[in-house]
């Protein structure tokens, strides 16, 4: 099994910075890609960017893009997300997600392992 830890979650102003961790413990060599995702309250779980294994391929949605940061750290087995430029519609729940293919892959179907979410709120 896999266990997904997130952490960095917290309250900010608009135009500040956050910096998501995500850390991997149990058998990690059963994952691949890793991916955030968020969800605001009433909404749908959504993609927000993902990393194959060795970072060297990444994905972001358009609503992010130029602002958010992915990356990964495999000798901590972490995985982080750093925001910046934050918005009020940023607010939300976020979770890191892990898959056994190493494929990125958006949608929250394609993920094996959930950790529990953090929550960020920017205020506006």
């Known amino acids: 099994q896999v266990q997904l830890v997130e952490s960095g979650g917290g309250l900010v102003q608009a135009g500040g910075s956050l910096r998501l961790s995500c850390a991997v413990s149990?058998?990690?060599?059963?994952?691949?890609?890793m991916g955030w995702f968020r969800q605001a309250p009433g909404k749908a779980r959504e993609f927000v960017a993902a990393i194959n294994w060795l970072g060297a391929s990444t994905k972001y949605a358009d609503g992010v893009k130029g602002r958010f940061t992915i990356s990964r750290d495999n000798t901590k087995n972490t995985l982080y997300l750093e925001m910046n430029s934050l918005k009020p519609e940023d607010t939300a729940v976020y979770y890191c997600a892990a898959r056994r293919s190493d494929i990125i892959f958006t949608n929250v179907e394609g993920y094996n392992y959930w950790g529990q979410g953090t929550q960020v709120t920017v205020s506006s």
């Open positions: 149990g058998r990690t060599s059963g994952t691949g890609a």
